[in-house]
């Protein structure tokens, strides 16, 4: 059995954890994102820190593909990059847009620090983070003018969602050939969608891609935090993904109670590391355990990306509630 099908057959925990690992180190942000050795540092830190943790995992910025295209990106020392400026205007401006090399700007940062960490931990599960087609799309072109370009412009939304498939199809090869294991799609655009706009603008898109990447040996994980995630589970579950995780505002209880034939991840809330004592996050552990436990195929995790400003003895409440209960 390889790495791949060892992580994903485990119940072990697999939180999307990463930026709290700054202040752990006493590093910043920008730092992380910005230079491979403090990437290194930062999964090592994790894992070492949490060694619940069932995989190594790299960053969820989802800043870098939208700046590989040529958005402009702002930093911050304590907080994730922000895209600042669409690069999409116009139907001309899709179409002359130029799918960049999957080792474009920041890109070829993270993809040294995967290699690294793969040749210095040759036994643990590594997770590489991306971005989906249509979260994209929609940074490329701005959110709000993304979501409704498939009432006012589907044949422009449809170009821009053609050229970000093939640029996730690259960099995804890049990443399985880096030694990752699979890699965290996150797709939040598509959980602001109806179940028929997820069928006819995302569904497509995220089918062509798992199939093109996706092995024995190289899963990929489709993350949705999305308010309207639930509602799309029947549509999003055609992807052919070999995960589903999802973020807190999602039921997990109505997509469990489907019976999945694959692992469910999530969905602890994420904000609630930085803002609550270990106790109540104990508790919070405690009851998702309680209503989630009971399914095979769910898998506890935080609902979505860990913030920076987490309190690391909350987190480390998760994982021992975890031990003390469902991990036995």
């Given at each position: 059995?390889?790495?791949?099908?060892?992580?994903?057959?485990?119940?072990?925990?697999?939180?999307?954890?990463?930026?709290?690992?700054?202040?752990?180190?006493?590093?910043?942000?920008?730092?992380m994102v910005t230079d491979a050795a403090s990437q290194v540092a930062a999964m090592e830190k994790i894992r070492n820190r949490y060694p619940q943790?069932?995989?190594?995992?790299?960053?969820?910025?989802?800043?870098?593909?939208?700046?590989?295209?040529?958005?402009?990106?702002?930093?911050?020392?304590?907080?994730?990059?922000?895209?600042?400026?669409?690069?999409?205007?116009?139907?001309?401006?899709?179409?002359?847009?130029?799918?960049?090399?999957?080792?474009?700007?920041?890109?070829?940062?993270?993809?040294?620090?995967?290699?690294?960490?793969?040749?210095?931990?040759?036994?643990?599960?590594?997770?590489?983070?991306?971005?989906?087609?249509?979260?994209?799309?929609?940074?490329?072109?701005?959110?709000?003018?993304?979501?409704?370009?498939?009432?006012?412009?589907?044949g422009t939304l449809t170009v821009l969602l053609d050229k970000a498939a093939a640029f996730l199809i690259s960099l995804l090869e890049q990443y399985?050939?880096?030694?990752?294991?699979?890699?965290?799609?996150?797709?939040?655009?598509?959980?602001?969608?109806?179940?028929?706009?997820?069928?006819?603008?995302?569904?497509?898109?995220?089918?062509?891609?798992?199939?093109?990447?996706?092995?024995?040996?190289?899963?990929v994980i489709l993350h949705n935090c999305g308010p309207s995630a639930g509602k799309c589970w029947n549509v999003l579950r055609q992807s052919g993904?070999?995960?589903?995780?999802?973020?807190?505002?999602?039921?997990?209880?109505?997509?469990?109670?489907?019976?999945?034939?694959?692992?469910?991840?999530?969905?602890?809330?994420?904000?609630?590391?930085?803002?609550?004592?270990?106790?109540?996050?104990?508790?919070?552990?405690?009851?998702?355990?309680?209503?989630?436990?009971?399914?095979?195929?769910?898998?506890?995790?935080?609902?979505?990306?860990?913030?920076?400003?987490?309190?690391?003895?909350?987190?480390?409440?998760?994982?021992?509630?975890?031990?003390?209960?469902?991990?036995?």
């Amino acid at each position: 059995m390889n790495r791949t099908q060892t992580w994903i057959r485990s119940r072990d925990p697999l939180f999307i954890l990463s930026f709290p690992a700054a202040g752990m180190l006493g590093i910043t942000v920008q730092d992380m994102v910005t230079d491979a050795a403090s990437q290194v540092a930062a999964m090592e830190k994790i894992r070492n820190r949490y060694p619940q943790q069932t995989a190594l995992t790299g960053l969820m910025d989802l800043s870098l593909e939208a700046e590989a295209f040529g958005c402009p990106v702002r930093f911050s020392r304590d907080d994730l990059p922000a895209v600042m400026e669409p690069v999409i205007r116009n139907p001309e401006d899709a179409r002359n847009l130029q799918i960049p090399a999957p080792d474009t700007r920041r890109l070829s940062v993270t993809l040294e620090a995967l290699q690294t960490v793969r040749k210095r931990n040759p036994d643990t599960p590594l997770l590489a983070g991306c971005i989906g087609p249509f979260s994209l799309a929609g940074r490329l072109a701005d959110p709000s003018a993304a979501l409704m370009m498939p009432v006012t412009d589907p044949g422009t939304l449809t170009v821009l969602l053609d050229k970000a498939a093939a640029f996730l199809i690259s960099l995804l090869e890049q990443y399985r050939k880096a030694g990752c294991d699979g890699a965290i799609m996150a797709e939040p655009m598509a959980g602001l969608m109806s179940p028929a706009m997820n069928r006819k603008f995302v569904l497509p898109w995220l089918q062509k891609i798992i199939a093109a990447v996706q092995t024995d040996a190289f899963a990929v994980i489709l993350h949705n935090c999305g308010p309207s995630a639930g509602k799309c589970w029947n549509v999003l579950r055609q992807s052919g993904a070999a995960a589903y995780h999802f973020g807190n505002a999602v039921d997990l209880s109505q997509i469990l109670e489907t019976h999945p034939d694959v692992p469910v991840f999530g969905n602890l809330d994420p904000v609630a590391f930085v803002t609550e004592p270990p106790e109540t996050i104990a508790s919070m552990t405690g009851e998702l355990i309680r209503r989630c436990g009971i399914h095979p195929c769910w898998r506890l995790s935080s609902g979505c990306d860990i913030p920076a400003a987490a309190r690391p003895d909350s987190i480390q409440a998760a994982f021992d509630t975890w031990n003390r209960t469902a991990g036995q």
